[in-house]
């Protein structure tokens, strides 16, 4: 979390404004009525296009300069990138071909040859580099600062070089590299024009209400996208996306309410994708000032939350409770869990007292138009009162929530963040104690050291062995709890397959069809 842009763009799934829902304009309708055709047995059909309802109103399509996840979602389906991640955490070659490690700070990528912007320039290593060298001034620079050089080795080769090691350099590529066209960044507006070489290209945006692609014939992989177009809709309510869904307004919606998942997964007539925990919430303490400067205070907060209950009545089980940030499924999962046996008051209340905390009140930040951190404030302070701690909830706007989180001027909170990638960019931005993202204000020595394995050493045996160091540790000293990680499942009419959740949590529609 870079800043409070940064931190802004990892916050989508709980934004609950009232946004505009539009009714569907005649092109739209046109657009949903296009025929797919294919001959029987030739695999996926190609044609068609189709509405999908997402939950956030995208406000930016420079891959770089994004303020909110809702963009990414979009612009992930007109940018391409180096490599792709699938939803097994498998690394695949994209826009590279191939890669080879030269030593611990320099990696070479070969690039395809087939690649176009949507402007009809050749996608070249002289782009790779104009990028790379662009992001630095960005607020994604926070996940590439240890791209120290770009190398152009010839047309379709680059090599990088390095300010360390970097372990999870890969995932980050899968990430956060989207290639920018010189030309169009310099000669139009790329937060309202934007062009890449991704399977569809921009048509037009209607702010606050949707954002139309269309199929780009030049598209590198062979064969793909099928689709002749997707328009994106932004819709917040849960049950005006699942209404439109029923009534074939849109062919596909990012979330249904959770109190109708069960219902949902009986209905012929809906199709789901697989249930992914992709999404870590966690409560974040300040440690900077009394009650929570004392690490028995912190222990004790741990000691009193149930995550079953908070998953149950938050997100109707629709969730999976964790003390961690990587998800069963990931391979760095770990199952360490210091506080098994919790909830348990008896030994909260006994750390307190060795703390010597008598009538403990807290402040717990909440946001107005986030009923989901409000419903788990309103959980945890039941919880904690069986511990004899007082919970008071007060609720803030967004940007004065951002505000005081970053200024450290909060006592308790809860959030979540949005990048499931690899968890050494979780941990490690809000942990270190130099990191200008520890909006905890928890540091010290021997997490640095823990720390630092995870996020620079490129072997991944050893980089498993860290991780399961880190959490051990930060679990135990309680800047951070972690709680669940919210369960990611997409709908959409039977006739759609795909897009299926995977650990970006961007949505793409490159390999969507239409039977």
């Not at 995208?58 to 180096?82: E, G």
């Not at 630095?136 to 680059?158: G, H, I, M, N």
């Not at 037009?204 to 780009?216: E, K, M, P, T």
């Not at 760095?332 to 060795?354: C, E, M, T, V």
Request: with cysteine.
């Amino acid at each position: 979390m870079a800043s409070s842009n940064e931190i802004a763009r990892r916050t989508f799934l709980r934004q609950a404004g009232a946004l505009t829902v539009l009714a569907g304009s005649g092109s739209l309708i046109a657009a949903c009525s296009s025929s797919p055709s294919t001959a029987k047995g030739a695999g996926p059909a190609r044609g068609g296009k189709m509405i999908l309802d997402t939950v956030d109103t995208p406000i930016d399509m420079d891959p770089q300069d994004t303020a909110n996840y809702a963009s990414l979602q979009v612009y992930r389906n007109i940018f391409a990138r180096l490599v792709s991640m699938d939803a097994t955490y498998n690394i695949h070659p994209s826009l590279a071909h191939s890669w080879v490690q030269e030593d611990d700070v320099t990696w070479t990528f070969d690039l395809v040859d087939n690649a176009f912007f949507h402007n009809g320039d050749s996608l070249t290593a002289n782009d790779v580099a104009y990028t790379f060298n662009r992001v630095k001034s960005k607020p994604d620079a926070v996940y590439l600062s240890a791209f120290q050089s770009t190398e152009v080795l010839s047309k379709y080769r680059v090599r990088f070089h390095l300010s360390g090691p970097l372990g999870p350099l890969l995932p980050t590529l899968a990430g956060f590299s989207d290639i920018v066209n010189e030309r169009a960044v310099t000669t139009l507006n790329p937060k309202l024009h934007p062009v890449g070489a991704g399977p569809f290209k921009f048509v037009n945006w209607v702010q606050n209400g949707y954002i139309a692609l269309a199929r780009w014939d030049k598209y590198f992989e062979k064969g793909l996208p099928y689709l002749d177009g997707a328009t994106f809709k932004a819709v917040s309510d849960g049950q005006v996306r699942l209404t439109a869904l029923e009534s074939g307004e849109a062919q596909w919606i990012q979330q249904a309410p959770p109190q109708e998942v069960p219902t949902l997964l009986s209905n012929s007539s809906i199709k789901h994708s697989p249930s992914r925990p992709y999404l870590p919430d966690m409560i974040a303490l300040n440690v900077t000032k009394p009650p929570f400067n004392d690490v028995r205070v912190r222990q004790a907060i741990a000691w009193c939350i149930d995550r079953d209950e908070i998953a149950k009545l938050t997100f109707y089980s629709e969730a999976t409770p964790l003390t961690e940030a990587a998800p069963p499924g990931s391979p760095f999962y770990s199952g360490i869990n210091p506080y098994a046996g919790a909830p348990d008051p008896a030994r909260a209340k006994a750390l307190l007292k060795q703390a010597g905390v008598e009538g403990l009140q807290v402040t717990y930040d909440g946001q107005t138009d986030v009923p989901a951190q409000i419903t788990m404030g309103q959980i945890i302070k039941s919880q904690l009162a069986k511990a004899g701690i007082t919970l008071n909830i007060t609720n803030y706007t967004a940007a004065d929530w951002i505000t005081r989180l970053i200024g450290h001027q909060y006592e308790m909170t809860e959030t979540f963040f949005a990048l499931d990638i690899d968890p050494a960019w979780i941990y490690y931005p809000l942990c270190l104690s130099t990191s200008k993202q520890n909006f905890t204000g928890f540091g010290t020595s021997e997490g640095d050291a823990l720390l630092k394995p995870l996020m620079f050493n490129t072997n991944e045996s050893a980089r498993k062995a860290a991780y399961a160091e880190v959490v051990r540790y930060i679990a135990e000293q309680a800047p951070l709890i972690f709680l669940l990680s919210e369960t990611q499942q997409y709908w959409m009419k039977p006739t759609v397959s795909g897009p299926f959740p995977d650990p970006t949590l961007e949505v793409d529609c490159s390999n969507v069809s239409i039977s």
